[in-house]
């Protein structure tokens, strides 16, 4: 499998386990059936509300010997109500308690939005704090202090536009390491992509199969299927492989990090079995033409009459 590599000569790998929308009952299980087949990338957030079950796997693996927790690469996500800078640091050390871990590989500023402190979601335009009350950067410095502390080895951010990634860039002398971003077939993301490679930034995708598992509230009458388009789905009979692997593969083959979650145990199995082959030429053509600035996680919901926040994503 591809890895990606940070500066400091650390690496990870291109294909991760997602624990968005797992089930507090399932993602145990989800989590200890990734790591004991191979996985050794797993992809977390306070905001899941899952962090505690995930570190209960973690402790029964690393328990168990065959693991170690310096082999794997661990993401989490700073929520945005914990983005004043008294709040930062505690927060990422609600999360280390949580995932029983002394430390992250990798620990992101989830949204370029900051709540009130005591708002888990935003209902209302009071709810939220403006950028100019609580600025994205006076949330970066601390992310740079949690680094210089020890208790993450790198710092990124997620959902961030290529204005929003240079505010960080101009002010500080820390890039962030890592932009995650949705990333797919419909929502290619070239512009950024390209943005990034020049400034060495890694970029991991999510949603990498469309997350039809999102809450109805989440989701548009007329989404178009990613696991049922007929061009993945012809690419993937060719290679003998599924749909969802086609599209794991494209991000792989990209260059980018991909995190697909799973609860299911075959198609765990199945989403890293993703690197084992290659698509060509002809297939890459095909899947770039499916691109149509698409996206399933619209960040509408941060959008309120009344609020600051208007087109998140600067598109
Ligand atoms: P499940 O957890 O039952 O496997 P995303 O990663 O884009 O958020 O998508 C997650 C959704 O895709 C979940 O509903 C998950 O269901 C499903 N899924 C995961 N892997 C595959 C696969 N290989 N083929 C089809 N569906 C998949």
Excluded at 127 to 141: A, C
């Amino acid at each position: 499998m591809k890895t990606l590599k940070f500066k400091n000569g650390d690496y990870m790998d291109a294909i991760g386990l997602g624990t968005w929308k797992s089930e507090k009952g399932e993602v145990a299980n989800a989590v200890k059936i990734a790591l004991n087949n191979g996985y050794k990338h797993i992809d977390c957030a306070a905001t899941y509300g899952n962090e505690a079950e995930v570190g209960e796997a973690f402790d029964e693996v690393f328990g168990k010997g065959d693991i170690k927790r310096e082999d794997l690469w661990i993401t989490s996500k700073l929520w945005n109500n914990d983005h004043k800078k008294e709040d930062v640091i505690p927060a990422l050390k609600q999360t280390l308690k949580d995932l029983q871990l002394e430390y992250l590989d990798l620990y992101l500023i989830h949204w370029p939005v900051a709540f009130k402190p005591d708002v888990s979601f935003p209902e209302k335009a009071e709810d939220f704090l403006s950028l100019e009350e609580v600025p994205l950067i006076e949330t970066w410095k601390e992310m740079i202090k949690a680094k210089e502390q020890g208790l993450v080895k790198h710092i990124g951010v997620s959902n961030f536009s290529i204005e929003k990634l240079e505010e960080l860039m101009n002010d500080t002398d820390h890039a962030p390491e890592m932009n995650q971003v949705e990333l797919h077939p419909y929502l290619q993301q070239d512009k950024l992509l390209e943005f990034c490679s020049r400034n060495g930034i890694n970029v991991t995708g999510y949603s990498p199969l469309g997350s039809g598992d999102r809450s109805d509230e989440m989701k548009a009458d007329d989404e178009p299927s990613l696991l049922e388009n007929p061009v993945i789905n012809k690419i993937a009979k060719k290679h003998g492989a599924s749909a969802g692997q086609i599209l794991i593969k494209w991000s792989e083959q990209r260059g980018t990090a991909v995190i697909p979650k799973s609860t299911n145990e075959g198609r765990i199995k199945e989403n890293l079995q993703s690197a084992g082959f290659q698509l060509d030429e002809d297939d890459l053509k095909q899947i770039a033409d499916l691109d149509d600035h698409f996206r399933y996680v619209t960040g509408k919901f941060f959008e309120m009459e009344g609020n600051s926040y208007e087109n998140i994503y600067n598109d």
